[in-house]
């Protein structure tokens, strides 16, 4: 793979621009990385562990010369992120996101862009429940998709490069309308997380199980909902209060549809959850199908030892 | 580890009784292994792989001289398959279940059986999302927890027996009261099977998003529940519908919590969500200090090629 980029800058050194630090070195595809992160503890970790070829100070500094800068901070953080950065972008520069939201990301970084910039939003699919500068790694974006949202107006060239960067990592691209992003993605992300996340706290509270009787019989169902409800908490606030409408939208179809299950149960109607618990086994196929999860058992799971 | 057991029988050869014939065998726990299945389709691939020593093709006869005889079928069938057996078990044998539900079971299951046989209920906390005579494997039960739910005037010696066979499989043994086991068991598991089954459908189910978009993007949080809601539907309608009052409860429980975090995001209290999603990670670091699920990323997830 050849260099696609001279010069990459990293604003934020957590989980995501960890892993595509360690893929564009792996890949040569960009001749320079530089990052920034806000907090000093971050930017000595990535030093120490020589997470890009310079760590700067100032967001200011990183972005200079930069022919694309990655803004990979919460999605509540994107707009300062943007107004302090836009006086130091390189003309013709390409500026993408990693942001779980689009709408709401292009709404808060676009009005300070200057009109040199080429605004190309953008979301890979693609994380763990870790986070932090010691998170990443080179595989993370291999056989996931990368979502990006250009404008109608977006100058095809820089959409071609960005999508062969995200390639060059491994990533498969596609391009849709940011709103329909968002709505994708409170469907096949953001309300999973809520509910997981909701049936943990559940957990945690009821007082006539005991938490050490949680922890220990997790392994029935439980600890899957834990992994995702382990993920940053900042990260997924931010998610909630930007991706709003469409959070709502599909928790109101969620309840709807709990509220029949439960009446199910309620009235012993055998018949219509063994329909149900019988079609949800289609998608599960159709996702080992596509590539995007293993058959092995509990997901091939590593052994604790 | 010594035999424990000179003859069991094993009615029903799905995951739970074919990882039970692995475990015995490697271990060395039982003498001779027999097993019945209703369908001719699985005692004929039982036969086909060797499971056990001997696939007979009635209940009754399996049972014979059994010394330890496991219900291993769904839960609404425990009833009639203890009523079919009832006058072919040996007196003074061990009569187990592997029911997700014990209270229920022991209703449907002891009202059959002779004085002289000792009913012992038991629920091992193990399984995986496949299915079937093909799907069990030695390890299932290592470092998983199983639980018995004894009569308070049950048989001592027999209850240890059957503790040294679940030992002898790798797993740990604690015993409870069977309301509280079904109570626990509808937070850990019956319930978030529920909530992972119902968030599938209603990705099913949307117009405005396609299967394959679903599909596709599933690795953001959604895959993980598809993996829980593609178990087997006949066991799991059979637990709804026999755990129905614990599981109603703690629906009830779940949904008043998810409309405080819906509420929270309609009226954007960042904080108040910010602390319920910090909150939950606890819940993740116990469970992974117990020993019950591992730190890896993504669960050290099978890489899919």
Redo the contacts between chains.
Sequence with gaps: MSRIYNKVALIGLGLIAGSMAHAMRRHGLAGTITGYARSAETRAAARDIGLVDQVCDSSAEAVIDADLVVLAVPV?AMGAVAREIAPHLKPGCTLTDVG?VKQAVIEAVAPHLPNSVHFIPGHP??????SGPY?G?A?LFE???W?ITPQPDADAEAVTKLRALCEGMGANV?EMDAAHHD???A????????????????????R??S?S???????????????????D??M???V??TN?EA??D??G???E??FM??RA??M?D?EQ??D????????????IE?????D?????????T
């Design positions: 509540g779980s699919l693609a994380g763990t429940e870790h998170s790694f595989t056989n996931r998709w979502l596609d709505l994708v993605l469907v096949v992300s953001h309300t999973p997380h809520l509910i997981a996340y909701t049936m943990v706290g559940v957990a945690d509270h009821l006539r199980v938490q009787e949680v922890i220990k019989y997790s392994a029935s169902g439980f600890r899957d909902f834990t992994r995702i409800a382990a993920s908490p900042t997924w606030r931010d909630f209060l709003k959070t709502l599909i928790l179809r969620f309840t549809e709990l299950l439960q149960i309620r012993e055998g959850l063994f149900y618990f019988t079609r949800t086994r289609a998608i599960r196929r159709g996702i596509a590539g995007q999860d293993t092995a058992p509990d997901f091939g799971r590593s052994k604790v």
